[in-house]
């Protein structure tokens, strides 16, 4: 089991630092700090800067958290519901059609590393139902869910249970090699 990341190229220590944990401190995050993740998280390139994303959040105890509680799947609010705030990140089909999910991802990870460099952790979350997050936002048909984050201040993986526990390792990647080709693919 991996504990400490190491890789070959003299790359920036938040590429490597930067983890999804599930351990977190139940406290509200405060506005200004939602604002100053999602201030960087608008920063990210996208096709023709249609900038085809938009940030719906509940801090923690807030009016809006039971009813973001709702939304992930009973596997990530077993966790989940310990952050100090969740945030759905919704990306716009009509304005970037083919390309908002791409461009919602490159918000999502600027937001990650924002939230880094602030001493707060983020999780994504594939899972969650759409048909729940549409209703509680009110979406329209055009406005796409695409993560459900988890945000906030991480704690001791002694709080969690033990299966998740067990999981609060640093994950590894694919060597640089298998994903990096000097023109065409040679395996694909
Ligand atoms: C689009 C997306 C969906 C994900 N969905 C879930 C999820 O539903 N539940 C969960 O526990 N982690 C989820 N993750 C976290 C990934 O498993 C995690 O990012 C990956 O294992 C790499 O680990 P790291 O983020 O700690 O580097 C998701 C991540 C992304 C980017």
Redesign the pocket.
């Known amino acids: 089991m991996m504990t400490t990341r190491t890789t070959t190229t003299a790359i920036q220590p938040q590429f490597l630092q930067?983890?999804?944990?599930?351990a977190f401190v139940p406290e509200a995050l405060s506005t200004a700090q939602i604002e100053q993740l999602v201030d960087a998280a608008r920063w990210a390139p996208s096709a023709s800067n249609k900038q085809p994303w938009h940030f719906a959040y509940a801090l923690r105890g807030d009016a809006n958290w039971e009813a973001f509680s709702q939304i992930?799947?009973e596997?990530?609010r077993r966790?989940c519901l310990n952050a100090g705030a969740l945030i759905v990140l919704v990306s716009d089909t009509e304005a970037s059609p083919g390309k908002h999910s791409f461009d919602a991802?490159c918000a999502?990870g600027y937001l990650a590393l924002q939230a880094h460099a602030m001493g707060l952790a983020t999780?994504?979350?594939?899972?969650?139902s759409a048909e729940e997050a549409s209703k509680v936002l009110g979406l329209p048909a055009h406005l796409v869910p695409?993560?459900v984050i988890a945000v906030g201040q991480r704690a001791d993986a002694s709080t969690l249970p033990d299966d998740l526990r067990e999981r609060e390792v640093?994950?590894d990647r694919k060597p640089l090699a298998e994903v990096l080709s000097a023109g065409a693919l040679k395996n694909a």
């Open positions: 930067r983890m999804s944990p599930r992930p799947n596997f990530n966790w991802g999502w999780h994504a979350m594939g899972g969650f695409e993560i640093p994950t």
